[in-house]
């Protein structure tokens, strides 16, 4: 009941925190919060993060919530203050602050709770914010600690995110360090927005907690974040979903809305229906190289919090690096941080195309960008020039974005025409195609003696097992044997923990092949320039859970696909939310629900992690189902195949 307690404590903060004086509108959220956000941004305007709210969802509200609350945090404590960070915590930060914002409420210093030292005297007040992790009390005490021994005279604050857990709070009670803290709180931030429509809670360890751990609070964190999206955006009318973690988290919203208050989630419906998709259903997706260029970059050089590290003398200006080659030889080579979301206009015609329709595109923007630039010629009069000048910041802009993703493009294309990409790509389509799953594949027999990365090895047998529908016993016998012997016997546990998670098994019931046929999971033909099917993220295999998106978009629904369902593990979740009178009337009233002007709009939300493949597969659905419906992502957190099998392997040794 407390943990109730506590998120109702946190709707009622957050509806506080965007709800302006006098009545609310429908649909009048962000005009509502444009004074109060500029006091918080110093007179910046809306323009940093229109990107958020340019969607049918205003997405920006979320972000003006959490930095609300953060302020509220910060303002609890007097003085000046250094801010003590959870690593893992530093990059989604980003996503909802900036230091500017920080420096308005005396934060001076920042600071690793892992690793930096305690800061110098000047400041007041420390303030640590980090996830409710036990070995984080223990640091939290030694830096106390350590301060008190030196003679310092400092105030110290905690706050949890999402929330304080009691094992934390008996932590610091056994450290003797509580009655030193000025305040132990909450700060509630159950989700981050990424982009305009893509949510995250940043939790890349809820797939291993809830298989391998038996471990489900982060399905706990995730029905906060659907009630509290709920308190921003209205009650969702329909929720549907199949698995395990997708059944916990509907049960759990279901009783938070009964014991919630009315008056917090009395908005107008925006949404029509949440879709809540277990990763466990569709393990095979996340394991297939993404074909797309958000994809592909994620895969080669990884995406965090919409910013990737790419070499930055690939970027440098070819008369700078001429001029700086012999100083380039001899220095550390350094790396270029470049930010990835739909703020630029570029990269949002980029990031869900396929790779190879990458170029033609690349190549119309660079005659558009180069043309604009000649209409300097043109301008005769005074009145031509100062239009043409007017203009000029954006052809700038322009021509820098189009750099930017050109040398992007190149080092995407030194990795892809790579021999070894080529064979693991051609092996994996293969697979997923059914060819030679039930025998020792040769080419990851060669992998294994050549003792290439255990995670590329691991990732292809995955493939091999699920396409497969489990290995026959002699066959992982193999694998097993050969995997131990040279990668060494510690990962044992490895393997004992991918089975235990579903990606490793002696063969069973033939289930994909089955539900390859009858969703259409591969096709043969893909114009990957041109696609006219969702497969062109893989280049020939259809993600599952968006094939389920798809089905579900259908008048039908879900209706004449019992038998594929029952071929997937856990429950079906089917249920209504009724509403208040009338708000359905209101949400109507605006057009019929479905049409071009008015599509629907579901909410996916992934459990266990997502792909940037499966998010350009449903906007892709979005664009060709002529409007009938949006889709907004959420995720426990954005994954690719490599980062999601490390989270079980480093479990594991």
Known sequence: MSSIFVTFRSFRRLYSAIKPNGPVKPWSHARALTPSHRSINGGRTLMAVQHLSSGRINIGLIREAARRELLDCLDRCDGVKALAWDQGLTGPFGLIAEYSLLKERNVTKMLLIQSDPVPAGEVQHIVFLCRPHLHLMDRIAD?????????GRKEYSVFFVPRKTLLCERRLQDLGIMGTLTNVDDYCLDIFPVDGDVLSLEHPLAFRECYLEGDFTSMFYVARAIMLLQTLYGIIPQIYGKGICARHVADMVQRMRRETPASLTSQPPQFDTLLLLDRNIDLLSPLITQLTYEGLIDEFFGIQNTNSKFPADKFADPNEQKGSEQGAMASTPTLKTVSLNSAEELFAELRDLNYHAVGPLLNRRARHVKEAFEERHDAKTVGQIKQFVTRLPHIQASRQSLSTHTSITALLKQRIEDSVFIKSLHTEQELFQGIETDRIHPYIEQLIAEQAPLVKVLRLICIQCIANSGFKQKVYDFYRREILQTYG????????????????????????????????????????QNPSDIAYVHSGYAPLTARLAQCLSRPEKWRGLEEVLKLLPGPVVDETQPLPSGLEIRRQSRGAVGSYDN???????????????????????????????????????LINGSSWLQTMIDSAT
């Open 143 to 151: 830096i106390i600690r350590m301060e008190e021994r030196l003679g």
């Open 599 to 637: 599509p629907r709009i579901v909410l996916v939300f992934f459990l266990g992690g997502c792909t940037y493949a499966e998010i350009s597969a449903l906007r892709f659905l979005a664009q060709q189902e002529e409007g009938q419906t949006d889709y907004v992502i959420a995720t426990t957190k």
């Open 489 to 528: 016997f510690e990962h044992l546990r490895t393997l004992e923990r991918l089975e235990q998670a579903g990606l490793l098994k002696v063969y069973a019931t033939k289930t994909y092949s089955s539900l390859r046929k009858t969703l259409r999971l591969t096709v043969d033909e893909v114009n990957e």
